[in-house]
């Protein structure tokens, strides 16, 4: 198993660009998420989804999209990105819809600079 | 609100200085306590999950403990190897989501 990938691993972008990050995995998981890292803050969840067609928001989630039509992808869509999404965002799964209780596993990062 | 804060922010260890990272939590209801391990430009890894207050679990020179406030790391004999920043998480009763706290940056020394 590969497990959760992620690419491109590093992207720079001008200011009103538009990218997809891409994330998947090849454990036939339930639940994947988008979450960003930034210095001195602790993991934030963009948004996430339970199954195949169904996306939620999370705590970050403006300037975001995602959509889910296969249980093994996940993409990240920034529509206009902003310096303020300068970031290295991680896409993670989960085998369970208990993320509270099940362990979710991590991809390798993309690291996103917006200019 | 459901917070998580990590403490120290960075430690430094010699090579065989046992030594233990705190995770310390406040939140309406533990679901479960999760330590990842991340090293420099790669995704956190999985290391520990704690349910209720008591329980331990160990893993090479790592040992978790969980009370009903805290977490703690406990790092027996580090090697360079185990430089890295580790990371807690809570799940809680509230939320389906998890709270992270913001990470030890630990640095083990020859």
């Known amino acids: 198993n590969a497990g959760v990938t992620q690419t491109p691993k590093f992207q720079v972008l001008k200011t009103g660009q538009s990218m997809t990050l891409q994330c998947a995995q090849d454990?036939?998981?339930?639940?994947m998420s988008w979450y960003r890292q930034d210095p001195g803050m602790g993991l934030r969840l963009i948004h996430y989804?339970?199954?195949?067609?169904?996306?939620d928001q999370g705590e970050v989630p403006n300037g975001y999209n995602v959509s889910r039509s296969t249980t093994e992808d996940f993409p990240l869509r920034l529509l206009s990105a902003a310096p303020s999404q300068t970031s290295v965002y991680f896409c993670?799964?989960?085998?369970?819809?208990?993320?509270?209780?099940?362990?979710?596993?991590f991809g390798p990062g993309t690291r996103l600079t917006v200019l | 609100e459901d917070q998580v804060t990590q403490s120290p922010e960075a430690l430094r260890l010699q090579e065989g200085e046992s030594s233990s990272l705190n995770c310390s939590y406040t939140v309406s209801g533990l679901r479960g306590l999760f330590w990842y391990r991340q090293d420099p430009g790669k995704g956190p890894e999985f290391l520990f999950t704690l349910y209720s207050a008591g329980e331990e679990k160990e893993k090479e020179r790592l040992k978790a403990t969980l009370t009903k406030k805290e977490s703690f790391l406990h790092i027996t004999a580090p090697k360079p190897e185990d430089s890295a920043t580790y990371l807690c998480?809570?799940?809680?009763?509230?939320?389906?989501?998890?709270?992270f706290g913001t990470g030890t940056r630990l640095q083990v020394f020859p």
């Open positions: 993670a799964s989960s085998y369970s819809l208990r993320i509270n209780t099940d362990t979710q596993y």
């Open positions: 998480a809570v799940g809680t009763y509230n939320t389906d989501k998890l709270i």
């Open positions: 989804s339970v199954g195949a067609g169904i996306t």
């Open positions: 454990m036939n998981h339930e639940y």
